[in-house]
């Protein structure tokens, strides 16, 4: 699978994330104290957005309904039968890349 350039590693603060959209899939882009993740942006429990969610640590709270994820893993801390795709992240440079 190729690496896609989504997004500049200045565009996303710590302590966040971002929706982006690539080849058709809809992911969800973190920032964790410089290191970035990607998982899938659809909720396992209703589709709400992750990449809008709070980001505490490694653990994103949708904004929905307050499912929380391990944006390092895509495992489900409130349902542990839900796994988000986990998506590879490169930099380079200030590029990130995430893997499709």
Do not use: R
């Not at 500049?8 to 973190?30: D, M, R, W, Y």
């Not at 957005?49 to 495992?75: N, Q, R, S």
Request: glycine content about 12%.
């Amino acid at each position: 699978m190729p690496f896609v350039k989504v997004a500049s590693t200045q565009e996303i603060a710590p302590g966040s994330g971002k929706t982006i959209e690539v080849n058709g899939h809809v992911v969800a882009l973190f920032n964790v104290d410089g290191n970035f993740y990607a998982i899938d942006n659809t909720c396992a429990h209703q589709g709400g957005p992750l990449g809008e969610g709070m980001l505490d640590g490694t653990t994103v709270v949708c904004p929905w309904h307050a499912w929380e994820y391990d944006v390092t893993t895509g495992k489900c801390l409130t349902n542990p039968s839900a796994v988000q795709k986990q998506f590879n992240v490169k930099i380079e440079g200030e590029d990130i890349f995430v893997e499709i």
